[in-house]
Each structure stands twice: as structure tokens, then as C-alpha cells.
């Protein structure tokens, strides 16, 4: 799966347009969203359209994140103070900051980019115990986003064997799943560079 992805971002890099101009949503709680174009990579969008499970791709994800965590870190002051209610999603405490989530609807026509905006307030507990509670509020996004509600409830396929039995989401990152912590466990060293580049994106 990999190659193939590999060779459908190559085979995107020789035709066509670089970039093409893709709507970012920033979900900000209590139905407040604000709503941007933005230039992305035409591999990212290419590769997800071909690729069902493009999401759990290794070399795609770290393009995705490559290029979008510098647009998110550019519209930080508007998405922020557009959040109604400032307060911690785990302990209601004043926030201090936000964590964003952005979620890929590359593979539709049009395609678009969902960031989940989730105020945090500066308790290393909150800021660790926050992420099970982004997790509930992506597949609640996910399925109120999608038309055809099934789709977005495809649970992600393990990013060792494959399987979409009982995986998980890394809590790091939430891009990428496991079906035990043994597989997690073995795919770390390889993972571990974007999943911390996430998290580093999100509090910066």
C-alpha cells in the first residue's frame, strides 16, 4: 500500500497544476465555524481520491501535516477568539489555549479540510485527558459532515496489519490506529517523528 501511494504522489507531481484551492472549515464549539480557501498540494488531494485508505499512509500524512499545520498556526487568532465559550473541555476551567484536529475530506468532490478546535486550559492532566474527549467529538463531527453517515462511521484500519477490528486511535495524534498496544508498541520508531510533530503544531 505504501508504493502505491508513493507512485500515485510521483505520478500527481508531473502533470497538472502544484496546488489547487481547498475550503478549510474551523469548527469552533456551539455551531460558531469559520470558513477559509487555502492552496494545498495537488499530490495530497490526487492520493486521496485514489487511495481508500489513504489516511493511515505514512508518507501521505506527513505531506498532510506539512502542509497544513502552517495554516492552522496562521489563522490562530481568529479561530480562537471565535470559540463562544473559552472554557477547558475537560475541567471547564478558563482556557489558555486550543487544540486543533484537522480531519481530511480530501477524497470528495470538492474536497475539503474539517479542524476541530477544542480550548484547553494549561493542566498537563487536561491537556493529556483532552484527547479521548477530541476523539468523541471527531466522530461526532465525522458523521454530521458526511451525507451519507456510514462512511465517516468506517472505523481506520490498523497501521500494522490492516485490520479495522478494535483499533483505536493514536492519542498523540489521533491520525493514525492500532488494533493492540503491541502493534503500536512495534510501530512506534517509525510513527513517532509525526506524531510528535502534531502534538509540537498544537502547542506552539
Known sequence: MPNRLCLTLALAMEAGPATLNVQLTFL???????????ALPTTLISAAQKDPVYRTNQTWQQLFVESIF???QQR???YYATIPRKRCIVCARASTHAL???MSWLHKDPPFVAVLVSPVCKRPACDRDSRATIQEMILQEMVELDPHKSEALVALPCGVCGTTVN????TGCGTLAY?????QKAHWQEHKALCNSIKGANTA
Open 76 to 78: 490562530y487568532k481568529e
Open 100 to 102: 486543533t484536529t484537522p
Open 179 to 183: 488494533c493492540s498496544k503491541e502493534h
Open 167 to 170: 483499533t483505536r486511535k493514536c
Open 70 to 72: 502552517p495554516v492552522i
Open 28 to 38: 469552533c464549539g456551539d455551531g460558531a465555524k469559520l470558513h477559509y480557501t487555502h
